[in-house]
Structure formats: structure tokens, C-alpha cells
């Protein structure tokens, strides 16, 4: 099964690639993520208002995952040689004017069903609707117990002005892979 | 009451809280992976400062970047401010400075003002 997965990380990082990373996500892994990305669109004279936006996006993004990556499953780990290391993908694609930040990481079925539900509700709603959202999460006094303000896919959805695009792989009867396709264009 | 002076990294802001001259500034990136952790002594000191606070307490903050749960604790210090105003302690202004082009900057600043009832001043830096 896990050439499936790293099959799927492969088929993702294909292309005009600007940045990518696959396995632990820690600080130092975020730190050289932000910074090539930084770097490339700055190289290639990218509007400074896109790398904005872009930069944005890929901060939610690759912090959402290091807060929410878990222990693939024992298979897995066996198979990729992981030495019981956490697992998940972040890579960022140019594509066309724009581009395309794809994130991959396993959660298990009851964490898919309400990442689906949170997903189409957010996509469902206009830019205007999901900057009310965003104030009332703002002013709502909560934080998550993994220690997000649970702004991150609200403010992808608002900074990216797309509907995300989503995909739920099946591994085995516990464990999915969830795929999450931003673009900012 | 002793001032707060921490020097910016690419991931935390530059912070300046200054009793003495009455002025709090963050400047630079707030995008750490623990915010909290962060901002928690900056909110201790403003709950301090509430003692001893008078005149126009003047808020600078020239944000270039910062995160969803930066965000948070961002409003956290503004409503430590907005208290001190309320008890009349002091008039609470807050410069929001954005880069001309920086719509998205712009709109967070006002996302604020709209929750807040403290003035806001919106300050467009040139590029």
C-alpha cells in the first residue's frame, strides 16, 4: 500500500516544482520550506503581492500539518523504513499563472468524516460569508488542543479565493489519506 | 515597571512595550508554530501595565506576516488594551501600518477595528 502513497507524493511533485518535502514535519522542516519558497518566487520575479498571498497560504498549510501529523500506519512504517517517524507531504507546483499547494497526511475515519463536512462548508460559502466566519473563530476565545486558533482552512479558503480540492485515499480499514489542493492564482 | 524588548527573528516579531514612554510596538513576522507560548509574557505585562498606565498609550504594529494563531493572540493584547481604556486608565490609539499594495494587510487591520472598540488609524507605508 505505501507505494500508493509516495506514488501520489510523486505524481504531486511532478511538474515546475518550487518546493517540497516528504516525511517528519518539524520547525527546521518549516523554517527551509518557507524560506525556499520565498527565495524561488523572489528569484523568478514574482509579483510581490502574489508571494504574499502564496507565502501565506504555505504557512497555514505546513503548520496545519505539523500540528495534525500522526504515526502512520505500522505497515507503513515498516515498509518506508520510517523507524516509527510521523509521515506526511507538503510540495507547491507553479501551474499556469498561479500555484498549487498539495498537502497529504493519514488520518483515521472519524477525523476524515468531519474534515470532509468542514471542508464542503467552507467551500460552499462566498468570500464575504467566510470573512464573518473568520471574525467570529477570531473573537471566539478558543484554541484547539493541538494549539491552532482553528483559522487556518478559513484563512486558505479567504487568502486563496479557490475552492479547495480534496481527496480521501483509502489505506486499510482504519486509516485514510487526506489530500489537500490549494490554489492561488 | 520594566520594559519588554525582544529582538525580531524570521519567525517572531521585534517587540518594544515601553511603561515609561507609553508606546507598544510588534513589528516584523509573527509566524511561530507556538504563538501562545509567545505572546503569554507580552499579555502578563499589559495586565501589569493596566496598573500604572495613564496619558495616550500609543500602539504601533507593522506586521509584514503572521499566522492564524498569532492572529488570536494579537486580539488578546488588544483587548488587554481596550480594558485600559475602558477603566479610563488611558486613551488607547493603534496605528495600523500596511504596505501600499498589502489589500489582505489592510483588510486584517480592519477586521480588527470592527471587533474592537478602540480607534484604529490605518498608516499606509509607501514601498
Known amino acids: ?185 | 515597571m520594566d520594559s519588554i524588548n525582544i529582538e525580531g527573528t524570521p519567525k517572531t516579531p521585534t517587540i518594544s512595550f515601553d511603561a515609561e514612554t507609553s508606546v507598544i510596538e510588534i513589528k516584523g513576522r509573527s509566524i511561530p508554530e507556538n504563538s501562545i507560548e509567545f505572546y503569554k509574557p507580552l499579555v502578563d505585562w499589559l495586565d501589569k501595565f493596566a496598573d500604572v498606565a495613564q496619558g495616550t498609550v500609543n500602539v504601533n504594529i507593522q506586521l509584514e506576516y503572521f499566522n492564524t494563531s498569532s492572529s488570536k493572540c494579537i486580539l488578546d493584547v488588544f483587548k488587554k488594551l481596550e480594558n485600559l481604556q475602558n477603566r479610563n486608565r488611558a486613551e488607547v490609539v493603534i496605528n495600523w501600518y500596511y504596505e501600499e499594495d498589502d489589500e489582505d494587510m489592510l483588510e486584517a487591520g480592519e477586521d480588527y477595528q470592527s471587533i474592537l472598540k478602540i480607534p484604529f488609524n490605518m498608516v499606509e507605508i509607501a514601498e
Not at chain 1, 25 to 47: C, H, R, S, W, Y
Not at chain 1, 138 to 157: H, V
Not at chain 1, 176 to 182: C, P, Q, Y
Open chain 1, 1 to 185: 500500500m505505501e507505494a500508493n502513497i509516495h506514488g501520489l507524493y510523486e505524481k504531486f511533485k511532478a511538474g515546475d516544482l518550487i518546493a517540497t518535502h516528504e516525511g517528519v514535519i518539524n520547525p527546521k522542516v518549516i523554517d527551509d520550506f518557507l524560506a525556499k519558497t520565498e527565495d524561488t518566487l523572489n528569484n523568478i520575479g514574482e509579483n510581490p503581492k502574489k508571494i504574499r498571498k502564496v507565502y501565506n497560504i504555505v504557512v497555514e498549510a505546513i503548520q496545519n500539518l505539523f500540528h495534525h501529523q500522526t504515526v502512520p500506519p505500522a505497515d507503513f512504517i515498516k515498509n518506508m523504513g520510517l523507524d516509527g517517524d510521523k509521515y506526511s507531504f507538503c510540495t507547491m507546483v507553479k501551474e499556469g499563472m498561479g500555484y498549487k499547494i498539495i498537502t497529504g497526511n493519514f488520518v483515521n475515519y472519524d477525523v476524515a468524516r468531519q474534515l470532509k463536512q468542514r471542508i464542503e462548508q467552507l467551500n460552499s460559502l462566498s468570500h464575504e460569508e467566510l470573512k464573518n466566519l473568520y471574525k467570529i473563530v477570531l473573537d471566539n476565545n478558543e484554541f484547539t488542543e493541538k494549539g491552532g486558533g482553528g483559522l487556518g482552512f478559513i484563512e486558505m479558503a479567504r487568502k486563496s479565493g479557490n475552492k479547495f480540492v480534496y481527496d480521501f485515499v483509502k489505506y486499510d480499514d482504519k486509516y485514510k489519506f487526506f489530500v489537500l489542493e490549494v490554489l492561488v492564482n
